[in-house]
């Protein structure tokens, strides 16, 4: 088979990638709402598998603790997964990683109260949610490789990009349903029965996409990988520990960034709109997802547009437009509703810079260690970052009303430090995987 050259003719988007980027995006999507549908019914959960003599203050922190313990778990799954992923194939892994999340969810559904089988019950919940964990930890690196090894190499942002829009998409989903149960549902009916619906929801579109992920085929590059034996020949991970530190801890700040606008900017946002700014709940609630449809298309935006001009660049302008929007918003979101939500929608554009991050992580480790790198990488920073991000920021907040606006400005210096690394030469090493394509990827 002839190798492609740089001169060969680029390739368009074909309807078969489109179809590769639905599904994907589409399983990622639910994925993603099995494993944050938890935290929108924490306080019914809390109270159904915990003692009623519990304090609530005590509830509360042992109910968030089985949500922790989800992201706590995400690196060894999503190492365990990979690992496989790089070895016997990306398309088996990525169908494993959403039939898993799917039974777990299911698995909440089903399960018994406190009142039914006693200290049983918060046992249970934890092995479910540690499921969970370890099935999103192998789903998001192993849907960016997925996508990023089928679609012509001069689109694989938009391609990821398009992925992150549909992760994006599973937290709206999340927070939609949770209204729709909490507005069509007494109080007294969520706890009997209706909080175990979005978990029932989550559990059978889970299992409908990993039909649909039956049409998906595996890599071209992964092929070629089996065809010309070119897997690693140890354990995934020893070679990326060795082989590529550097790239290690780009993915690593790569990732702190993505989870640091996602977090605050959306996850906390809706809290500290109702703290902080004097909103009730549902207009914080309303605010915070119509700034999530925005980030949505932001985040495909960013991935479109670092196809044509690069990481760079992108990561440079989109730091100053990130840390103008974020401080902006959180200084004059109080003023009117309106103003909040125009605000809120230039937030979520600007935040959607984070839908070019992957397109770098993936270039930054080459085809036969990708997966793992991307796993290791990623996971291993979300645990710490995301986990530690709300705390730090609600610690913070007690010293300055501003914390959360200031935090979100040292993101945006971060991102700057690393467009302008990336500038001077560092783009080297997100080349090495780009110029070793194989020979059945095409040209784009």
Request: aromatic fraction near 12%; hydrophobic fraction near 55%.
């Amino acid at each position: 088979m002839t190798p492609i050259t740089a001169s060969a003719p680029p390739r368009r988007l074909t309807s078969a990638d489109f179809r590769t980027l639905g599904l994907s995006a589409l399983g990622g999507a639910l994925e993603f709402y099995d494993f944050i549908i938890f935290v929108f019914f924490a306080a019914v959960i809390g109270k159904l598998f915990f003692p009623p003599d519990m304090p609530d203050w005590l509830v509360t922190i042992q109910t968030f603790g089985i949500f922790a313990a989800g992201y706590l778990v995400r690196p060894v799954g999503g190492i365990v997964l990979a690992h496989f992923g790089d070895i016997f194939g990306r398309k088996k892994v990525f169908a494993f990683s959403i039939l898993l999340m799917a039974l777990s969810t299911l698995g909440m559904a089903a399960m018994p109260t406190y009142a039914s089988i006693g200290v049983a019950a918060p046992l249970l919940l934890v092995v479910m949610r540690l499921l969970q964990g370890a099935a999103i930890g192998g789903e998001v690196p192993g849907a960016w490789t997925f996508v990023s090894e089928h679609v012509p190499f001069r689109r694989v942002g938009f391609a990821c990009g398009f992925l992150c829009s549909g992760l994006t998409l599973g937290i709206l989903l999340g927070s939609f349903i949770a209204t729709i149960i909490n507005t069509a549902f007494t109080p007294d009916d969520v706890a009997a029965y209706a909080w175990r619906i979005p978990f029932l929801l989550g559990g059978v579109f889970g299992l409908v996409a990993v039909y649909l992920r039956r049409w998906l085929s595996e890599t071209p590059i992964f092929r070629e990988m089996q065809e010309s034996r070119k897997s690693v020949p140890e354990l995934p991970l020893k070679a990326v520990l060795r082989d590529h530190p550097r790239a290690i801890v780009l993915s690593m700040l790569l990732t702190w960034i993505l989870s640091a606008g996602i977090v605050v900017t959306t996850l906390m946002t809706a809290t500290l709109l109702q703290k902080l700014y004097g909103y009730g709940a549902q207009q914080a609630l309303a605010a915070t997802s119509f700034g999530t449809l925005f980030l949505i298309v932001g985040t495909a935006a960013a991935g479109a547009l670092v196809d044509r001009i690069g990481s760079a660049r992108l990561f440079i302008g989109g730091s100053l437009f990130f840390a103008a929007a974020t401080f902006t918003f959180y200084s004059l979101a109080a003023t009117s509703v309106p103003v909040l939500f125009g605000l809120y929608a230039v937030m979520g554009l600007s935040v959607g810079m984070v839908g070019a991050v992957p397109y770098v992580m993936v270039r930054a480790f080459p085809a036969p260690v990708r997966f793992t790198g991307l796993s290791f990488s990623y996971n291993l920073s979300y645990a710490i970052f995301g986990g530690l991000t709300p705390v730090a920021v609600s610690t913070l907040l007690a010293w300055n009303p501003m914390a959360h606006a200031y935090y979100l400005l040292f993101i945006a210096a971060l991102t700057l430090a690393i467009g302008l690394w990336l500038a001077a030469g560092g783009n080297r090493i997100e080349a090495q995987a780009g110029i070793e394509e194989l020979t059945t990827r095409k040209a784009g």
